[in-house]
């Protein structure tokens, strides 16, 4: 009995219980999120535009009045 439960237990000890790593794989991309990012990237790309107009309308006020 001692032998059985001595084999038993290496046998279990042995054994890895955690799952094998999966790989990595891409997600495909969700059609309605992808719109909406894209519409986010265009959004960010006016705003800089729109920043870098202010600061050049800025500074020729600023020329202007000194």
């Known amino acids: 009995m001692k ?3 001595i ?3 290496m046998c279990l000890s042995a054994c890895d219980v ?3 790593p999966q790989p990595q ?3 495909p991309p969700n059609p309605v999120f992808e719109t909406q990012i894209q519409a986010m ?3 960010q790309a006016v705003e800089g535009q729109v920043l870098d107009a202010a600061e050049a309308q800025r500074k020729q006020v600023e020329e202007a009045t000194q």
Request: overall charge positive; glycine content about 0%; cysteine-free.
């Open 3 to 5: 032998r059985t439960l």
């Open 7 to 9: 084999l038993l237990v």
């Open 18 to 20: 955690s799952p094998p």
């Open 25 to 27: 794989t891409e997600r």
């Open 41 to 43: 990237k265009k959004a």
